[in-house]
């Protein structure tokens, strides 16, 4: 199927070549009989596991019609139409809760093309006790996570985690992480005078669970990875036995809203001591200051942009910093009073000869209940 899609693709190509793709679609024209409307989908079959989801059929169109756009014909409940913009038709394919394949035709039409299209769509035996994942309310620190068994009398874990775990602890055997995530469970009930199977049975149902679980999760790091997961398990004693490998779907949290602040930043030196300035601009909150050297990550090159990445870094950086404060029995005020600013401020910093430096300062807010987070684009000046 992958080099008929890539031949189809180029097929694709060239009607974008000859002026005739998605730019033109977008304008359309009235009916003409002697130009019927063209269209060319990147497969003609798709090949589909038990999962299901959301799949895409890319297509070309000449000689498009004003107004008009493509609908699919399709006798099986378990495929629908999702929506259709200027390049992809979006399929919504069911997971498949047989123990058998399962296939299906469908009908690409478009008005006054004069063949539909076909597809021939297959879709592989349900996954054996796979899990599915819903994730709702999904804000720049919050979101909820539905666990959902094929099988509802299993017992299972499920939980999220910050996916930058994976990269500082190098797991990327799941087996290993579970292994390491019942050994510290194991220490926590040994600790407390309990069995594993004791203990677990103490945080059913914050972690355990049977049937389909709803789990909501708050003050998350924004703008960063997280992995929802779940594994079929049971225990005796302080022992355990994994019965359905894990599952995961990752979680992309969005930035908050930044607020249109912006700092005017000065700065004179005597010797290594930088005296700097920082102008508010009218902003009555709080705002970080953070002086990066050229040998730190943080140091942007002068005449070069902060990327997306460097951004969220960047607010990453200063919410771990909140959250071990807090974490450590500082409360959010003694953090904010401690680490950031408010009003304009003449601040006196020794740097390293030999270096070059960066300042670079934004603001920051709070909800009631929530850590402190990054809400402006950082403004930057250079020592």
Same mark, same amino acid.
């Given at each position: 199927m992958r080099s008929l899609r890539n031949v189809c693709a180029l097929v694709i190509a060239l009607f974008a070549v000859l002026g005739v793709g998605c730019e033109k679609e977008s304008v359309g024209n009235e009916y003409d009989p002697n130009n &019927? /409307? *063209?269209m060319v989908l990147d497969t003609y079959q798709l090949n589909i596991d038990g999962g299901g989801g959301d799949i895409p059929l890319f297509y070309a169109l000449q000689n498009p019609i004003s107004g008009a756009s493509p609908e699919i014909v399709c006798s099986e409940t378990w495929i629908s139409l999702k929506e259709v913009t200027a390049t992809q038709i979006m399929l919504k394919i069911e997971p498949n809760d047989k123990d058998v394949e399962r296939f299906a035709s469908l009908? *690409?039409? =478009? /008005? =006054?093309?004069e063949k539909s299209l076909r597809v021939n769509v297959l879709q592989d035996k349900r996954i054996l006790n796979m899990f599915r994942f819903e994730v709702t309310n999904l804000d720049y620190n919050s979101c909820t996570v539905k666990y959902m068994p094929t099988d509802k009398g299993m017992q299972y874990m499920a939980n999220i985690i910050d996916a930058e775990y994976f990269k500082q602890s190098g797991i990327n055997d799941m087996n290993l992480f579970i292994d390491a995530e019942m050994s510290n469970y194991r220490s926590i009930a040994e600790r407390n005078h309990m069995t594993l199977e004791e203990l677990m049975g103490r *945080?059913? &149902?914050?972690?355990i669970y049977r049937g389909d679980a709803v789990r909501s999760f708050e003050n998350m790091k924004h703008g960063s990875k997280y992995v929802a997961y779940s594994y079929g398990v049971t225990f005796n004693g302080n022992d355990y036995t994994v019965t359905v490998p894990m599952h995961q779907t990752i979680i992309d949290t969005p930035m908050p809203d930044m607020y249109n602040v912006s700092f005017g930043i000065s700065s004179q030196m005597s010797g290594t001591m930088a005296s700097i300035s920082i102008d508010t601009k009218g902003w009555a909150g709080y705002y970080n200051v953070m002086i990066a050297a050229d040998d730190t990550v943080y140091y942007i090159e002068p005449g070069d942009n902060a990327t997306d990445s460097f951004v969220r870094s960047l607010a990453s950086k200063f919410y771990d910093q909140a959250q071990k404060a807090v974490a450590g029995g500082h409360t959010v005020e003694q953090f904010l009073n401690s680490t950031c600013h408010k009003g304009n401020q003449q601040i006196r910093v020794p740097l390293e000869s030999g270096k070059r430096y960066m300042v670079i300062v934004f603001a920051v807010d *709070?909800?009631?209940?929530?850590?402190p987070v990054m809400r402006s684009m950082p403004v930057f000046a250079y020592l």
């Open positions: &019927p /409307p *063209v009908l *690409v039409k =478009y /008005p =006054y093309m *945080v059913t &149902p914050q972690l *709070v909800e009631a209940g929530s850590l």
